[in-house]
């Protein structure tokens, strides 16, 4: 039998051809309204019941119960399905049974526990029996004609930490308030939440961990979809690759979940904006992937903080005033014939929810209506040797300035930008190919705009960006002459913030990508300046070169075994004159996992590639992780007339703990 490459695999039944998108489209209208017998209605008003534990809101779409204890969202049906890992039975009715309070009872005790459903990392629990959560009704729908319900469930600090469900522990994570809400529309095929953490200044320092929303589903849910390429089949017996195979890019992918083969339905997560999330639109996340329990439930997830590749940060200091509303983002519900035709109307619904954003339905937390926000626009002009006249992949966005992120410890200061930053709101769009841009639904206040687009090394900022309340602000014509230390002598790559071009860059779901650079480059890389073609003789992780026959892939650590030999990557170059002045070898860098590397010129020490940013990259199966700048600089007079060997040295060590280039350009100022 034919051996199928990793890609292969797990690009098995991928389709989406026009022909599954229009017969989705006539499926789901018929199927939104009766399915197997069971009758839905997108007229149904909206209704909202309570027992001693839990709120009730049914549209005649969707029903859904969420905890008064734990802000959980316990159980989500869709045309009279349990979409949940576990969830109460729909005639179940839990009494009340503890002293109080009245409109929280149970709190000490609950009858409906665990998180097999659907939950925010950061609950309103509080360490166990503390104190009770405040439930309540925010929106009745008993006073607005049905036209919507919603629940909240809040809970102050007092002093203790809050914050104790998965990835974090049972004595809380960080002093905060937290207020997490749950509302349903009429005619929605799905329901909104979100979560409001308040930290007034004169709580103490906190410090968020992993910081989610996840979902746990029903056994049936069997074909993952979180982009193009990750589409297909996924149970416990057709498992491939560990966790990490399965992220992407939340900013270009908004909707991603699950659907089932044998019900034809589907849940997935919708971010109508990315105003909440961290890391901005270079950021890789983990979305969906299979519990790492015995039972493996399918999981889909919403990180609004991580630790993965390099990490963000939300720390917030003693004595400092801070709220952020993470959300509303749209758990949805569909059906059709198939896992293309529900994918397909999963991302044709995110861009219906982007459009209605921000909500008009949204009161009482930190979340500016539509006339309280600006629209900012500009247009960026690049002045560089190298004409710019048509913008690819042109990314622009306003965000808080670099900061020194808060630690009990203060030394040493650590400087988080934009790439790190889960603190603040940040405001990106993906700009025109002549330089133009706009920014919609910008929060007042103050800004850096940050700019970058292929072909062009370095990055635009342009601090003290003052957006008022409600105002719109031209920018006008803004000029970038990016940072060039002298004349150019050759490049390798193309400046995109990530390393697709090279050789293996397809294939970095492959856990086992380190491992194939022996056999594809048993002499390691040697690139030709005019001649090669990087597509093919430049491997896009520079590793130690693995000669362990044993060496093998372990889930979440990459590859194990003895360490990898040290691994050079030659370019060799010629020079027509011997130059004088100073050399400047610069590199821009997407992913880290060593702490340096050796360079040298025609048998010569020519200096050190230091100061590195590891993020997990190459552990992780990464595209893009923290993206930085580094550079050598020599004495020119190491070079000669004629044919120049330069030497990039990885140090003999772990397989894993490597470099990954997104561009390297030697200059001259002679």
Same mark, same amino acid.
């Given at each position: 039998?034919?051996?199928?490459?990793?890609?292969?695999?797990?690009?098995?039944?991928?389709?989406?051809?026009?022909?599954?998108?229009?017969?989705?489209?006539?499926?789901?209208?018929?199927?939104?309204?009766?399915?197997?017998?069971?009758?839905?209605?997108?007229?149904?008003?909206?209704?909202?019941?309570?027992?001693?534990?839990?709120?009730?809101?049914?549209?005649?779409?969707?029903?859904?119960?969420?905890?008064?204890?734990?802000?959980?969202?316990?159980?989500?049906?869709?045309?009279?399905?349990?979409?949940?890992?576990?969830?109460?039975?729909?005639?179940?009715?839990?009494?009340?049974?503890?002293?109080?309070?009245?409109?929280?009872?149970?709190?000490?005790?609950?009858?409906?526990?665990?998180?097999?459903?659907?939950?925010?990392?950061?609950?309103?629990?509080?360490?166990?029996?503390?104190?009770?959560?405040?439930?309540?009704?925010?929106?009745?729908?008993?006073?607005?004609?049905?036209?919507?319900?919603?629940?909240?469930?809040?809970?102050?600090?007092?002093?203790?930490?809050?914050?104790?469900?998965?990835?974090?522990?049972?004595?809380?994570?960080?002093?905060?308030?937290?207020?997490?809400?749950?509302?349903?529309?009429?005619?929605?095929?799905?329901?909104?939440?979100?979560?409001?953490?308040?930290?007034?200044?004169?709580?103490?320092?906190?410090?968020?961990?992993?910081?989610?929303?996840?979902?746990?589903?029903?056994?049936?849910?069997?074909?993952?979809?979180?982009?193009?390429?990750?589409?297909?089949?996924?149970?416990?017996?057709?498992?491939?690759?560990?966790?990490?195979?399965?992220?992407?890019?939340?900013?270009?992918?908004?909707?991603?979940?699950?659907?089932?083969?044998?019900?034809?339905?589907?849940?997935?997560?919708?971010?109508?904006?990315?105003?909440?999330?961290?890391?901005?639109?270079?950021?890789?996340?983990?979305?969906?992937?299979?519990?790492?329990?015995?039972?493996?439930?399918?999981?889909?997830?919403?990180?609004?903080?991580?630790?993965?590749?390099?990490?963000?940060?939300?720390?917030?200091?003693?004595?400092?005033?801070?709220? =952020?509303? +993470?959300?509303? #983002?749209?758990?949805?519900?569909?059906?059709?014939?198939?896992? *293309?035709? &529900?994918? @397909?109307? $999963?991302?044709?619904?995110?861009?219906?929810?982007?459009?209605?954003?921000?909500?008009?339905?949204?009161?009482?937390?930190?979340?500016?209506?539509?006339?309280?926000?600006?629209?900012?626009?500009?247009?960026?002009?690049?002045?560089?040797? =190298?004409? +710019?006249?048509? #913008?690819?992949?042109?990314?622009?966005?306003?965000?808080?300035? *670099?900061? &020194?992120? @808060?630690? $009990?410890?203060?030394?040493?200061?650590?400087?988080?930008?934009?790439?790190?930053?889960?603190?603040?709101?940040?405001?990106?769009?993906?700009?025109?190919?002549?330089?133009?841009?706009?920014?919609?639904?910008?929060?007042?206040?103050?800004?850096?705009?940050?700019?970058?687009?292929?072909?062009?090394?370095?990055?635009?900022?342009?601090? *003290?960006?003052?957006?008022?309340?409600?105002?719109?602000?031209?920018?006008?014509?803004?000029?970038?002459?990016?940072?060039?230390?002298?004349?150019?002598?050759?490049?390798?790559?193309?400046?995109?913030?990530?390393?697709?071009?090279?050789?293996?860059?397809?294939?970095?779901?492959?856990?086992?990508?380190?491992?194939?650079?022996?056999?594809?480059?048993?002499?390691?890389?040697?690139?030709?300046?005019?001649?090669?073609?990087?597509?093919?003789?430049?491997?896009?992780?520079?590793?130690?070169?693995?000669?362990?026959?044993?060496?093998?892939?372990?889930?979440?650590?990459?590859?194990?075994?003895?360490?990898?030999?040290?691994?050079?990557?030659?370019?060799?170059?010629?020079?027509?004159?011997?130059?004088?002045?100073?050399?400047?070898?610069?590199?821009?860098?997407?992913?880290?996992?060593?702490?340096?590397?050796?360079?040298?010129?025609?048998?010569?020490?020519?200096?050190?590639?230091?100061?590195?940013?590891?993020?997990?990259?190459?552990?992780?199966?990464?595209?893009?992780?923290?993206?930085?700048?580094?550079?050598?600089?020599?004495?020119?007079?190491?070079?000669?007339?004629?044919?120049?060997?330069?030497?990039?040295?990885?140090?003999?060590?772990?397989?894993?703990?490597?470099?990954?280039?997104?561009?390297?350009?030697?200059?001259?100022?002679?």
């Amino acid at each position: 039998m034919k051996n199928l490459s990793f890609k292969t695999k797990l690009k098995k039944h991928v389709s989406f051809g026009l022909l599954v998108v229009l017969a989705a489209a006539g499926s789901l209208l018929s199927l939104a309204f009766t399915s197997g017998g069971h009758k839905v209605s997108a007229d149904a008003k909206v209704t909202l019941t309570e027992d001693a534990e839990t709120y009730t809101m049914d549209n005649g779409i969707v029903k859904v119960r969420v905890s008064k204890v734990s802000g959980n969202l316990v159980s989500f049906r869709y045309k009279d399905m349990e979409m949940f890992e576990r969830a109460p039975a729909p005639e179940m009715v839990v009494e009340a049974k503890g002293d109080g309070p009245a409109n929280n009872p149970n709190w000490k005790a609950p009858v409906i526990t665990g998180v097999s459903n659907g939950y925010w990392s950061h609950d309103v629990v509080g360490v166990k029996g503390s104190a009770p959560a405040m439930p309540s009704v925010t929106i009745d729908p008993a006073k607005n004609g049905g036209e919507m319900a919603e629940v909240s469930t809040k809970a102050n600090s007092m002093g203790r930490k809050m914050g104790t469900g998965p990835g974090t522990t049972k004595d809380g994570d960080l002093t905060v308030d937290i207020e997490i809400r749950y509302t349903l529309l009429r005619g929605a095929s799905g329901v909104y939440t979100y979560c409001t953490f308040n930290h007034p200044a004169e709580y103490p320092l906190g410090i968020f961990g992993e910081a989610r929303y996840c979902a746990k589903l029903a056994p049936f849910f069997d074909w993952v979809s979180i982009d193009k390429e990750v589409n297909h089949e996924y149970k416990k017996t057709t498992f491939v690759g560990d966790k990490y195979v399965y992220t992407t890019n939340p900013t270009l992918n908004r909707a991603w979940g699950w659907s089932s083969t044998e019900k034809k339905v589907g849940l997935f997560f919708i971010n109508p904006s990315m105003e909440y999330i961290s890391g901005g639109p270079t950021k890789f996340e983990l979305t969906g992937h299979l519990n790492t329990d015995a039972n493996a439930a399918p999981c889909v997830l919403n990180y609004w903080r991580s630790s993965h590749y390099g990490a963000a940060e939300a720390n917030i200091a003693t004595g400092e005033e801070w709220h =952020k509303t +993470i959300g509303p #983002f749209f758990i949805y519900a569909n059906a059709g014939d198939g896992p *293309d035709a &529900i994918y @397909a109307d $999963a991302r044709a619904q995110a861009v219906k929810e982007a459009a209605k954003w921000p909500f008009n339905w949204v009161n009482g937390v930190d979340y500016p209506k539509a006339k309280d926000r600006s629209t900012v626009k500009g247009q960026l002009i690049v002045k560089d040797v =190298k004409k +710019i006249t048509d #913008f690819q992949n042109f990314e622009v966005g306003l965000t808080h300035g *670099d900061y &020194i992120s @808060a630690r $009990a410890n203060p030394e040493p200061k650590i400087i988080t930008n934009w790439q790190r930053d889960a603190k603040y709101y940040q405001f990106w769009v993906k700009g025109n190919a002549d330089g133009t841009f706009t920014i919609p639904n910008v929060r007042e206040g103050k800004y850096v705009l940050y700019a970058f687009t292929n072909n062009v090394l370095g990055e635009y900022m342009k601090s *003290d960006i003052v957006v008022e309340k409600g105002k719109p602000l031209n920018l006008g014509k803004l000029e970038w002459t990016p940072v060039r230390k002298g004349r150019q002598v050759w490049d390798i790559g193309i400046p995109n913030r990530n390393a697709s071009e090279f050789r293996g860059g397809d294939q970095r779901r492959d856990p086992a990508i380190s491992l194939k650079y022996p056999q594809l480059f048993p002499n390691d890389v040697t690139y030709v300046v005019g001649k090669s073609d990087y597509s093919k003789d430049w491997f896009y992780q520079h590793i130690p070169h693995n000669t362990d026959p044993n060496a093998r892939v372990v889930p979440f650590s990459g590859v194990q075994g003895a360490p990898g030999n040290a691994t050079p990557y030659t370019i060799q170059f010629d020079m027509p004159s011997a130059p004088t002045g100073k050399a400047y070898l610069r590199f821009a860098i997407c992913g880290t996992g060593a702490r340096s590397a050796d360079v040298e010129i025609n048998g010569q020490p020519a200096g050190k590639l230091q100061n590195l940013l590891t993020d997990g990259l190459i552990t992780r199966h990464g595209e893009s992780g923290l993206w930085y700048e580094r550079e050598v600089d020599f004495d020119a007079s190491l070079m000669k007339k004629g044919t120049n060997i330069l030497k990039i040295t990885m140090p003999a060590g772990p397989v894993n703990n490597g470099l990954v280039y997104d561009y390297i350009r030697l200059e001259l100022a002679d």
